[in-house]
């Protein structure tokens, strides 16, 4: 008989069953009867034009959520995504008019520039990436209403540009197809490289991989790169659908970033987890969303419904075992 | 001198020297920036009455910080609390009149929050994070629910008129504010319940060997810390004569730096309701200096920012916290 | 066997939750839905009261779609509606910024749902070049903006002479800059009035009470405050009140919220400009439906009706009572076979 103590009652009850299990599995469970209870109240739940809703949108979550995981993994957090979303939907868009197909790597590159900026005052400055980020967030939303105070659209004749990303292949949005890549690229580093190896290790135990020799500084900032990375496609891919861009576009992202990242059953102390978590974490919520609106929930009862649906989540897949103290 | 001396002392070990040398550093400069219109008299008042209710809030967020936690919940307490005083109180909307019953009513309904989540937290054991980002939009949603949209008039304006008047040259709001710092500081320096604070924040598994009993130590504070929000609400409410679900509105993350800057480590274990408290008042301070000085409305995010990062790095101790995450 | 009773538990309190929230429903009647930003204020929240009543008359069921302010859940949704309707429906619609209009089209036309806009749209996207896009309509911001300031501007103790100070909206916002160019246009007909400072307090009335205190304390001798919304003037009202120039010393607003009302007759307001959102959406839906019924054919309609402006209702001191009575407690029987009964201008 196993220790069940430290266990919620999801994991109790799954104690019992002859599989291993990890939290994935009680968030893929979770999808599975929120899924079936949906179809049951509405049929067109399951219809192709609906699920190409969910994992289209959900896809875009899952980026920003991807990426935030890559620092929680290190026992992180950033609260810049947001800022950084918002500042690279306005300049894509103001520098597609100018340098084309530039825009992307450049857009790419600010968002990866920003990530490094928010790795370097963490280990450099030795300032916590809770209050780090809080305050580069600021300073890159401020960065952003100074390049362009007000919403701005592109140019009919620019309109190319944005096809590429706002467009269609097979029925299912391009944003989805820029999630599967987006997710394989990250989930083969994280499970092949050596830094990959080094960011769950520092993770883990910080002190160990440190006097173990590992380069705490790169490895650190690496994170927080992909992070911003990570945050900076997803401003693109808003612009694009938008064909537009605002200083504001990004903010809702912070919270939802990090509630996909922990529904999914990553540890906020680090070191446990994995990008799978994450999809299944952005899905569940995308999936959430979607359904309430579809069998048609009173809107006045949706927030409060979200609220206690990603509690109920965690409590379910929140791995105690590893995590004796919770904060 | 000896005075002196023992004042310099004081000040050295009450764990609030760097934030009143950054605080007098930040006045000083916007002193010399407006050319003395920031320490005229009026302009003083309107600092302190606007430090008052952040820093209440501050306090409250703070009590979760010490503790090790955080406290995402906020806005939804406060948001419920406003629409709770607009219900209750003489309107046009309802026939309820409790008069200034409201005060405790209010504050009851921020600590049952609190409790809720307090209890969500430690007896479904998951992270305080998480566990108030989702009660925020449980409670927000409910507030919203209960308040259908409505912006409530209050007619009982003796809270109000209170909370404005100022018998001791201070308005009312901010003589509150430090009473509610000072009751707050003395639990947290005289009594058990304080000392269990910090030793949870300090080392959880320690604490929890040494008997204390950490769960209910950790409810209590989110607890003590929904009755803050209430009281905030309350008086952001009563202030503006009006109550929406409105109310808590982009207040979280201020919230959250004005604790920090007033030198409480998000790690937990370190700093009380005196830094909070000048945490909010350094924030208030550097609004205003920097609308004295007609700094660029879209500039000031980014310099808030910055400051936030600045007085960090100046106050931080690094060596209490090993590797920093 | 506990696994098996804790997963049909869990099924039946979903299952038990959505069915008790889920409304009853019917595919073969069109449903109309009002897509707003948030519920949280009377301005938003009214126009899903104006659907639900248009809904009650025609018998025809209602959805309330809200978008939190985050663009992405608005596309999301709009999707989700039409998963649930099978495109059987009309849409009235205020997007959140201007940007998020096209995507919403391109949903909407995929879809071939009837719908009209409010308030926000890009310059370069016109409703001619979409077939199901009956209408795009918008308040005049900038009149609005002028009309608050020139009453405002009378308030003076020596009318049209003095400083003011302005509280802005929030700065992204379309609403926002055209209102406060309608100041600027006020200020240089009237180079008399001085626009001292002006801060940004992003709709919201806390922000505009602290912002203020603040710039009162830096020019405590104004002679009148500008404030982008009615919220932010209740704000700038409060923090009047502290330094007791709260009537001497006037504030504008626009909307058209309760509280304004009120301050307009304890004189503390000088005028504000009633936007009614419950005409708005009743508005937008029957358009949206006699186009789906075939009685309003947008091809054939010309230019200034699919894109134009709409007049508010100014209010001051001098009609406050009688409008507050007639209009704003009641539920007016709006004359909705006019279409342009309210149209001031092309909005293009």
Known sequence: MKNTTHMGLGRRVFAMLPVRLQPVHLTIFMIIVLGTVLALANSTFLSAYNINTILSFGAILMIVALGQMFVILIGGIDLSVGGVISFVSVLFVLLVGEVGYFAFPICLFAGVMFGLINGLILTIVKIPSFIATLGTGGIITSLAYLVSPRSISASPSDYGYFELIDGKILGMSNSFYIGVATFLTLGAFLRFSITGRNIYYIGSNIRMSWMSGTDIVRNRCIAFMISGGCAAIVGIIISSIRYGGDPVVGTPYVLNSIAAVVVGGTALTGGSGGIVNVLFGALFLSLLDNGLNVVGVDQYFQQALLGAMIVFGVAVTFDRSKTPIIK | MQALHSSLRWIRRSGVATQLISLALITTIFFIGTAGKSLTMSNIQVILSLTAIPAILAIGVHMTIVIGGIDLSLQGVVALCAVFTGTLMANKYTTYDVGLWIIPITIAVGGLAGLLTGLTHTKLRIPSFITTLGMSFVLYGVAVYINKSQIVSLQDDRIQNFIHAAPFGIANVVLIAVFVTTFVQFLQDRTPFGRHLYAIGGDEALAKQLGVNVDRVKTLAFTLAGCLYGIGALLLVTRMGSATSRAGLNLLFPTITAVVVGGVALTGGVGGAKNAFLGALILAVLNNGMVLMAVNPYAQTAVNGVVLIVAVALTIDRKKLGFIK | MKFKKTIVGLAMGLGLCVSLLTPAFADDETTLVVMIRGLDNPYHANYAAGAHALGERLGLPVSVLSSEGNSQKQFADLRAQIARTGGNMVVNIDPNEGPDVVPIAKILEDAGVYWVNWWNKPDEVSPSSYPHWVAHITFDAEQQGYYNAIELFKTFETPNEGSVIAVQGMLSNNAAIG??????????????????????????????????????????????????????????????????????????????????????????????????????????????????????????????????????????????????????????????????????????
């Open chain 3, 179 to 348: 209102r406060f160019k309608g100041l600027q246009k006020a200020l240089a007909e009237n180079p008399g009035v001085e626009l001292l400072q002006w801060e940004a307090a992003d709709w919201d009335t806390n922000r505009a009470y602290e912002v203020t205190k603040q710039l009162l304390a830096a020019h405590p001798d104004v002679d009148g405050i500008w404030t982008a919304n009615d919220n932010m003037a209740i704000g700038a009202i409060a923090a009047l009140k502290e330094t007791s120039d709260a009537g001497a010393v006037k504030v504008s607003g626009t909307d058209g919220i309760p509280d304004a009302f009120d301050a307009i007759i304890d004189g503390t307001l000088s005028s504000t400009e009633f936007m009614d959102s419950r005409y708005q959406s009743q508005l937008g839906l029957t358009m949206a439906l006699a186009a789906k019924n075939g009685d309003l054919d947008p091809s054939t309609t010309p230019a200034e009706h699919r894109a134009f402006m709409i007049s508010g209702t100014q209010v001051n001191a001098d009609n406050v009572e009688t409008f507050v009575e007639e209009v704003f407690n009641t539920m007016p029987e709006y004359d909705l076979t006019d279409y342009y009964a309210q149209w001031v201008s092309a909005a293009e």
